[in-house]
């Protein structure tokens, strides 16, 4: 999906243009993917612009960077209020919000730690990731051939760059196979989470997700889901998952940032029950878009920029 330009980027505490907005090709980050990521977004809500979740967001991007010995320079209150200022300089009524922290200029060699901590938030315009029509009907998806990252190799729970070679695979994978999008196993076999979206599975009135032991990055829209579903008095088991559960589930659905509450209406061209969005998956939509869409936020879970 192309980038669609706004005027300005902050970078190390400065507003500069967004043409401007470069680094060193030397940099450490460009050779050993040592970045750390965010991926928030601002909706026009009919209550005004609002951000989801900006500081659930903001504290794993915290978390991901500590995971690495690395420390933001900056505190989380300056980021958030960065990142408001963006967008209202940008104009924008809802934009994509993608702060970044890497490992810049400096040394060459693989500690990165005398390297830069270097700090960019950009925002843009972006529209659903998989498509209206895949939140309306659903979507195809391949259970992937690359399986997801090892316990004790690079851990997941830091939502780091690098940790993204792996998502680019099953993203290439599934595309090249004719699916929207790749649903990879874990090391052992046990259903994990798609290249940028976590899973959910209905099977007789409950809900099961893979657990944050299974390979999987703790998606913020993966927890508000869970709370949602609680409150409607819905089980959600958070457990490890065979994948041949996903063969017999009633539904299936993704949650993501991008993707928001996509149902998936197909696994390895096999039917998911009807292969229609099931009851569970519609209320779960509904739930969330009245939030993010009519600005209902019973949870605080919105922040509004104005
Ligand atoms: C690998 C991966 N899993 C899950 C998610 C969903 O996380 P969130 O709901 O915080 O966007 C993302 C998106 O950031 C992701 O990249």
């Known amino acids: ?103 810049g200029y400096g040394e060459m060699g693989l500690n990165p730690l005398n390297n830069p901590v270097e700090v960019a938030i950009a925002v843009w315009e972006w529209k659903a990731y998989l498509g209206e029509e895949s939140i309306k009907n659903g979507i195809n998806a391949g259970i992937s051939s690359w399986q997801r990252l090892a316990p004790n190799t690079i851990p997941t729970m830091s939502k780091a760059g690098g940790n993204y070679l792996s998502s680019q695979l099953i993203k290439i994978e599934a595309l090249e196979n004719g699916f929207a999008e790749g649903i990879a196993l874990d090391a052992y076999g046990n259903v994990s989470e798609g290249s940028g979206e976590n899973i959910f599975i209905v099977k007789n009135g409950k809900v099961y997700t893979p657990s944050i032991a299974d390979a999987i990055l703790p998606g913020i829209t993966r927890s508000a889901v869970i709370r949602i579903l609680k409150d409607e008095g819905i089980d959600v088991i958070e457990t490890t998952i065979p994948r041949e559960i996903l063969m017999i589930a009633n539904e299936v659905f993704m949650t993501g940032t991008a993707a928001e509450i996509t149902p998936v209406c197909c696994i390895n061209h096999q039917k998911i029950d009807n292969g229609k969005p099931g009851p569970i998956t519609k209320l779960v939509q509904e739930k969330f878009y009245n939030i993010v869409r009519n600005g209902e936020d019973p949870y605080g879970w919105l922040t509004f920029i104005d």
């Not at 612009?49 to 989380?76: C, G, N, V, W």
Request: proline share 4%; hydrophobic share 35%.
């Open 1 to 103: 999906m192309p980038v669609k330009k706004s005027k300005t980027i902050w970078m190390n505490g400065k507003f500069v243009k967004w043409d401007d907005a470069k680094i060193h090709v030397l940099s450490h980050v460009v050779h050993y993917g040592s970045s750390w990521f965010e991926g928030i977004r601002c909706y026009d809500t009919k209550k005004g612009s609002a951000i989801f979740q900006l500081r659930p967001h903001l504290q794993r991007l915290y978390d991901s960077t500590k995971i690495y010995h690395t420390e933001i320079p900056y505190k989380m209150n300056e980021l958030e209020k960065v990142i408001i200022k963006l967008i209202k300089s940008n104009n924008l009524k809802s934009c994509y919000i993608r702060p970044v922290v890497y490992r």
